[in-house]
Nanobody, 121 residues
Framework: QVQLVESGGGLVQPGGSLRLSCAAS????????MGWYRQAPGKQRELVAT???????DYADSVKGRFTISRDNANNTVYLQMYSLNAEDTAVYYC???????????????WGQGTQVTVSS
């Protein structure tokens, strides 16, 4: 089974920065995209950023220019560097990966348990 473990969340003041990490463990054939999503209270989960195995990235408009996603394929880890945080960034951040457990298997989505990011003075 595949597990994703996030770390790096916490309380930060407006204008501050945080770096989230997510490490995937377990046995699988190949990992394709990795990404971060977030869910604020009373809102639906939304895409924050994704990165392909080859390094192509995509960002939500609300975080472009402030957040940077990166990954370490050798260690199956994805990072989210967040700058200029504001109250609207407060949410639970979830790590996601899309992978195949076996060469001829189907693509599957896997999620971490989430890490809380709170931006407040």
């Amino acid at each position: 089974q595949v597990q994703l473990v996030e770390s790096g969340g916490g309380l930060v003041q407006p204008g501050g920065s945080l770096r989230l990490s997510c490490a995937a463990s377990g046995t699988f054939f190949i990992m394709y995209s990795m990404g971060w999503y977030r869910q604020a209270p009373g809102k639906q989960r939304e895409l924050v950023a994704t990165i392909t195995r080859g390094g192509s990235t995509d960002y939500a408009d609300s975080v472009k220019g402030r957040f940077t996603i990166s990954r370490d394929n050798a260690n199956n880890t994805v990072y989210l560097q967040m700058y200029s945080l504001n109250a609207e960034d407060t949410a639970v951040y979830y790590c996601n990966t899309r992978l195949k457990l076996r060469r001829l298997g189907a693509l599957g989505d896997y999620w971490g348990q989430g890490t809380q990011v709170t931006v407040s003075s």
